[in-house]
Each structure stands twice: as C-alpha cells, then as structure tokens.
C-alpha cells in the first residue's frame, strides 16, 4: 500500500499533465500533427519530448495538443507553433532532440528556429 505523501505525489504529476492540456485564450498553443502519416513518421516521440520538456522548463503558459492531418504528409511529423498576436510557425521533420531545442529557443526566449521552419525546408 502507498503512503499519503507517495499518493500525493502521484496526484501531482497526474495533474501536471492535465493542465498541459487545458486550453486558455492567451496560452502559446503547440499543436502536433498525429494523423496516420505523422505518427509513421515519428510524431509520438515527438510530442513527449514536447510535454518533457515544457514540464521540465515549468512552463505555465504552453498548451501542447494533438491535432489529425496538417495537410503536408511530405514534411511529417510536423509542429505548428500559435501564439496569440503573431504568425502560426510550422515546424517540419520534426526530432524529440529538435523539439528540445524550439522549447528553448522558440517558447523560452522567443526565437524561431528558422532551419527547422516550412520555409527553410521546401
């Protein structure tokens, strides 16, 4: 049987990991694609790098979601990044290692990784 402090604990994580995805209007949306496509081209890892990530940073303000068909099958997986007041930003060939670093870059110090970036890939 396990403690109160170890069910608390357990209670704690779990609820972490709900608010991730409840949305609120001012929230940066991270919106994975998840169709059949993105998933057979690695798009799970993907967002648990995402979710590790943002859980590991403390980030408050991020919501990470998964959404079906972005509509550009060749790039998968791919990540739009929407945040209120500015441009969407469409991340493709996506990595947990890159994923890692647009937390960082991107969400933490608001700078778009222009190479992993639609525009730079097409």
């Given at each position: 049987?396990?403690?109160?402090?170890?069910?608390?604990?357990?209670?704690?994580?779990?609820?972490?990991?709900?608010?991730?995805?409840?949305?609120?209007?001012?929230?940066?949306?991270?919106?994975?694609?998840?169709?059949?496509?993105?998933?057979?081209?690695?798009a799970r890892p993907v967002l648990n790098a995402f979710v590790?990530?943002?859980?590991?940073?403390?980030?408050?303000?991020?919501?990470?979601?998964?959404?079906?068909?972005?509509?550009?099958?060749?790039?998968?997986?791919?990540?739009?990044?929407?945040?209120?007041?500015?441009?969407?930003?469409?991340?493709v060939h996506m990595t947990p290692e890159k994923a890692v670093r647009i937390v960082n870059?991107?969400?933490?110090?608001?700078?778009?990784?222009?190479?992993?970036?639609?525009?730079?890939?097409?």
């Open positions: 049987m396990k403690s109160l402090e170890e069910l608390r604990a357990i209670r704690d994580r779990a609820r972490a990991g709900v608010d991730l995805r409840k949305e609120h209007q001012n929230d940066v949306r991270v919106l994975v694609g998840m169709a059949t496509c993105g998933i057979a081209a690695g590790e990530e943002i859980n590991k940073r403390n980030l408050k303000n991020v919501v990470v979601t998964q959404t079906g068909c972005i509509g550009i099958c060749q790039f998968e997986p791919v990540v739009e990044i929407i945040e209120p007041g500015k441009e969407k930003v469409t991340y870059d991107h969400l933490v110090n608001a700078n778009v990784v222009a190479e992993f970036t639609i525009g730079a890939n097409s």
